[in-house]
Structure formats: C-alpha cells, structure tokens
C-alpha cells in the first residue's frame, strides 16, 4: 500500500538559515507528490508539485523540492528562511490507480527570530 | 478564477444536534473530498464525490454522510453530534478523473465546527 512519511513532527530554524522538511513514500511506481503548507487556522496552500516531468521542482515563496526515486525521497528546502514560513507543511502523494490522496502526518516549522 | 469556497466559516452546536457543511468547488471541477483535522488525530480523510457519486470513504462512522450536486457542489452532515466532531472540516477540489492529469487538489478555507 501506498504511503507516505514524514520524517519530523516538528522542525526549528532560526531565520535566514536553510530549511528541509524531510518526505519518504513508499509507491511501486513514481507518483504524483505535492508540498502543502497550513498557516494556523487557514485552508491548505499548494507550494509545489511533482509530476514525474523535472526532479526538481521550484514552488511559491522560494521553496523547491528534489524527487529522488532512488531514495524514495520528496524533501523540501528553502535556503533562508523567514518568520512567515512558521506554519505546518504536508507532504502529499496522489495514487493515480484509486484515485486517493495519502497525506503525511505534518511537519511544524518554527522560526526563531 | 474563484477558489473553493466554504460555508459557514464557524459554526458553533451542542451535543446530539446535527448539521451540515457546504463547499463549492472551483469551477470545472468535478471531484471534492473532504477531511476532519484536529489537534490530536491530524488530517483525516472523510470521503469524496465524483459527478455525484461517492468514489472514496475514510474509516469515520456512518453519522458523517455527504453528497454532491449535479453542479457539483458537495454538503456533508454529520448527526447525533459529539464532543469529538469538534474539528476543522476541509473540503478540497480537483480535476481527478476530469481530464488530463491535472492531479491538484485545491483546498478551501474550511468550517471550524465547535461542539459544546
């Protein structure tokens, strides 16, 4: 069965240090993978998405992601980051066979000034 | 283009009453999902609609239904409301099964449900 992992519950970084929020899934193919970003008590905001075109893949507010299919890896980065980006961030993997969306269990960024 | 868009935004019940959610989903798309999200189990998959028909459910108790309408706006309801309903409720729309491969989910603001 499809699933995905995110490595940490939660993350700190003090701003303008680089940011990796860390994804593995487990597919027996190469599948579609999002990053979304939840800011306290708001919708889900895509940041990126992969579709099996280029590995790397540049979002919204300078975050990009590198799927690696030999690790079976989807982290997410950022090279400075900013008090704005504390927020929590899902990694999401879309199994095209069941049409289902599996989700990681979260990540919460913190920013220390 | 209008995003999904949720009503009401907060809603505030009491033990054993009912109520129901709406979402209406991006213009041209015709599956929605929706999610519970709380502090202690996360983000939880309900079920999901496609051209009116349920395609996908979660692992929650038949007290949680939904449809969807031929203009492909979805409501879900939940009964006989407990302490525990107390959640974010998201919807979520997407072109899956439309056309393409157009794969992305957007996601609306959600209903924060208080159940007292």
């Known amino acids: 069965a499809q699933s995905v992992t995110q490595l940490d519950s939660h993350v700190s970084v003090s701003e303008g240090t680089p940011v990796l929020l860390r994804c593995n899934y487990s597919s027996s193919y190469s599948p579609s993978l999002f990053w979304y970003v939840q800011h306290p008590n708001k919708g889900l905001q895509l940041l990126l998405k992969?579709?099996?075109?280029?590995?790397l893949v540049k979002g919204i507010n300078g975050f990009e992601a590198e799927f690696k299919k030999s690790e079976t890896s989807f982290h997410l980065t950022k090279p400075s980051a900013h008090m704005s980006d504390a927020a929590e961030y899902f990694c999401?993997?879309?199994?095209?066979?069941?049409?289902?969306?599996?989700f990681g269990t979260g990540t919460r960024l913190k920013v220390l000034a | 283009k209008a995003g999904v868009t949720q009503t009401p935004r907060y809603l505030i019940k009491t033990r054993g009453q009912q109520v129901t959610l709406s979402c209406s989903p991006i213009s041209g798309h015709r599956s929605v999902s929706w999610y519970q999200q709380t502090p202690g189990q996360g983000l939880q998959f309900l079920f999901e609609y496609f051209s009116e028909t349920q395609r996908n459910k979660g692992n929650f108790p038949g007290r949680f239904s939904g449809r969807q309408f031929s203009n492909s706006r979805s409501e879900m309801n939940v009964s006989t409301l407990e302490l525990g309903d107390s959640a974010l409720y998201l919807c979520a729309s997407s072109l899956v099964g439309t056309s393409g491969r157009e794969e992305t989910q957007y996601f609306g603001p959600g209903t924060r449900l208080l159940v007292l």
């Open positions: 999401v993997a879309f199994s095209s066979g069941t049409y289902k969306y599996i």
């Open positions: 992969y579709t099996s075109a280029a590995t």
